[in-house]
């Protein structure tokens, strides 16, 4: 396991913001990520950087990433993928397979390690429908664990992961070979009928593409985290009091109450696609993206973010929640932004 020192971070986030981590290594086994764990530093686990917010000091700390690979596919159908696997390209790789499951999260950056934690999910699917197990190593003992669904704590964009000082070494999945389902209106509109696998895949990407949702390179809305904010879950009495004032307010049913739109909120705030604040600013096709233009500060992105929140609360009562790490950022910087 090779240490490297002050290794900037910016260019390792989608964001590109923040300053450097203090020590750095890779890890390709859980026997060198135990070595990293002896030295007995600070450590965050980076992964593709898409769902994280570096302070502009950086992290005084070891920044751990995961280099581990691999996909085994089993004769029943499920399928153990390494942390470190690049998430698109196992989605893509068990779509030219014909299992369905995941195909819905095309597109999606980041590794495989880290979609369990935020339970990633878009498109009417999430990882919880499908993960069988997940295999994690504790900072505090060394000890592997190997944890079911029921015991990962899944909820909407959340797990107990959140909580546990693990790093996941290794996720299991349960795939099919059904033909593909379509839960949201969205996709159902634009693949009417009975839609291969691939048309799924290609669709979602398209989709996104269109909200500026995928990397890349040409686009102005580039640099991002994709969605910055959680779409809210409010009491039924809370979404029946905003409706009779917005009646076209997209309202979902969820076991703890009812799903808001955190887009639609952001925008009938009064904070529209394309507001910009200096050097950062809301994407011109997604309200719920928060963008850097480039030459910006991370402190410049948590103000924004700042004023969202403070727009959304002002005018609906509603406290919307980040969905990036925030990283080396005081209390008093994260104030109005964190719960």
């Known amino acids: 396991m090779e240490l490297q020192h002050h290794v900037p971070l910016a260019p390792l986030t989608t964001f590109e913001l923040g300053g450097p981590a203090r020590a750095m290594c890779t890890v390709t086994s859980e026997t060198a990520l135990r070595e990293a764990i002896a030295l007995k530093m600070p450590m965050f686990v980076l992964g593709g950087g898409s769902n994280l917010v570096v302070s502009d000091r950086g992290f005084d700390g070891l920044v751990v990433r995961i280099g581990s690979r691999g996909i085994r596919v089993h004769d029943d159908d499920c399928v ?8 698109d390209d196992f989605v893509a790789s068990m779509v030219e397979r014909g299992l369905t499951g995941v195909e819905c999260l095309s597109g999606i950056p980041g590794l495989v390690g880290a979609t369990p934690i935020q339970n990633v999910g878009a498109y009417g699917q999430e990882v919880a429908q499908t993960i069988v197990r997940v295999r994690s190593v504790d900072v505090a003992t060394g000890e592997v664990r190997e944890r079911t669904p029921e015991e990962c704590g899944f909820r909407y964009r959340h797990s107990g992961f959140k909580a546990w000082n693990e790093v996941v070494t290794r996720v299991t999945f349960r795939l099919s070979r059904s033909a593909p389902v379509l839960r949201y209106a969205e996709l159902q509109r634009a693949l009417p009928g009975a839609p291969a696998l691939r048309e799924v895949r290609d669709t979602v990407i398209k989709l996104r593409r269109s909200k500026s949702m995928v990397i890349d390179p040409h686009d102005d809305n580039r640099r991002s985290a994709g969605s910055f904010f959680t779409n809210p879950i409010v009491a039924a009495a809370k979404a029946d009091e905003i409706a009779a004032s917005f009646p076209d307010m997209p309202r979902f049913a969820d076991d703890a109450g009812v799903k808001l739109s955190a887009g639609w909120l952001i925008e009938r705030a009064g904070m529209a696609k394309g507001t910009r ?60 932004v964190l719960p």
């Open 80 to 87: 153990e993928v390494e942390a470190g696997e690049p998430w």
């Open 277 to 336: 604040r200096g050097n950062v600013g809301i994407s011109s096709k997604h309200a719920l993206a928060l963008v850097h233009h480039g030459g910006g500060s991370a402190l410049e992105l948590l103000a924004l973010a700042r004023e969202v929140v403070a727009a959304v609360h002002a005018k609906f009562g509603v406290t919307l929640r980040p969905e990036p790490v925030l990283l080396g950022f005081t209390s008093d910087e994260t104030r109005g």
